[in-house]
């Protein structure tokens, strides 16, 4: 009885991850020291793509983290949390994710429609995640600020207008 109990955090997100089918790297973003160098990272990607690409499941536990995935035609999406993160709340980032993925690029998501759209991405994990607490789970919600920030309206207007 004597388990230490752990102080709740806002920071429930370590990493976002979208492998292709070799599971290389499309998109990267680690909201922690945990693996800090570019090569620690490709060689944790590298694991978790061994590990989740043969299999239907939605979760895992690798090297101590929480690892919620969802694969699509020729993508893997991963959200990663801590060990006793609640897979619920990482399982609602990458939902959020996918489907925001999804309407961005009209129910398309795949590779090269995502390499061709890389700004609404980026646009759209800043608007889910910043390091690593979660700001977002509503799919339109995030969907409705990435087509507000891409529009090429000056900066005065554009605060004006909001």
């Known amino acids: 009885m004597d ?30 020291d945990t ?20 299999t239907d499941s939605e979760i895992a536990l690798l090297e101590g983290l929480t690892v919620v995935y969802k694969s699509n035609i ?13 897979e619920l709340m990482l399982m609602a980032v990458l939902n959020c994710l996918f489907d925001s993925l999804s309407q961005m690029l009209r129910k398309n998501v795949e590779k090269r429609a995502l390499l061709e759209n890389m700004e609404g991405l980026f646009l759209a994990v ?9 700001l977002e789970s509503d799919p339109q919600q995030v969907v409705h600020r990435v087509a507000l920030r891409g529009d090429d309206v000056p900066l005065t207007e554009q605060t004006v207008t909001q």
């Open 74 to 86: 020729d993508l893997f999406f991963y959200v990663i949390g801590s060990s006793h993160e609640n």
């Open 126 to 134: 800043d608007e889910i995640v910043d390091g690593g607490v979660i």
């Open 3 to 32: 388990s230490p109990i752990l102080e709740p955090s806002l920071y429930t997100v370590k990493a976002v991850l979208i492998l292709d089918n070799d599971g290389d790297r499309l998109y990267a973003k680690y909201y922690d």
């Open 35 to 54: 693996y800090p160098t570019v090569k620690e990272q490709k060689a944790f990607e590298k694991n978790i793509f061994n590990k989740t690409h043969r």
